[in-house]
């Protein structure tokens, strides 16, 4: 059972969400949150998978909730997803430096929603495939000047090779045909990079690939 917290100001919003999630075979909702400090305190209670964190909330907003639960050592489980009213709202991208798995926009529909749920559970983030390549070549131009990241050297060369399609927002089966390999042999490169650099998920892979330079913008063609 996948369990999912919903932090938003919005009761309104709240209830839809609700409703959608408790109707699923796989999915419960464990609690709600009307602010970013509620939902850091109810994330600390109920160790949820899944905290749904609307970006705009009074108080302590959803990035500054995102960045206090990402750096706790004891949530490391816990996956953020932000929910934004605007497809490129400017704090999306600092959301996911500071540790979100992907974005929503709140209009999606249900299907999708309870995909990215259930897609940030397996470790699959919302930055590939289900972010379009506009969003990406945005993060790209925000992202930092290069730096030599931790640990990037230990990636094997196919591992880097793989980390820099990632990078470019490619799907496991899109990185498969690009390098002829099966979708599993894909899926398994990733996940050892995501181990060797520490990264919680795909998206973290893609802010490493920018700001470390394995990836620059203009990439995406």
Known sequence: MIRVLLA?????????????????????????AADGGEAVERVRSLRPDVVLMDIRMPGVDGLDA??????????????????????????????IRAGASGFLVKDTEPEELLRAVRAVVQGDALLSPGVTRRLIEEFAARSKPPSVAAGLGALTEREREVMALVGIGLSNEEIARRLVVSPLTAKTHVSRAMVKLGA???????????????VRPGWLG
Do not use: H, K
């Open 66 to 95: 995102t960045r206090r639960i990402t750096d706790d050592p004891d949530l490391t489980g816990v996956r953020v997803v932000m929910l934004t009213t605007f497809e490129l709202d400017e704090y999306v991208f600092e959301a």
């Open 200 to 214: 919680r998920d795909r998206a973290q892979l893609v802010v490493i690939a920018y700001e470390s330079g394995l």
């Open 8 to 32: 938003d100001d919005q009761s309104l919003v709240r209830a839809g969400f609700r409703a959608l999630l408790d109707a699923q075979p796989d999915i419960e909702v464990a609690g709600e």
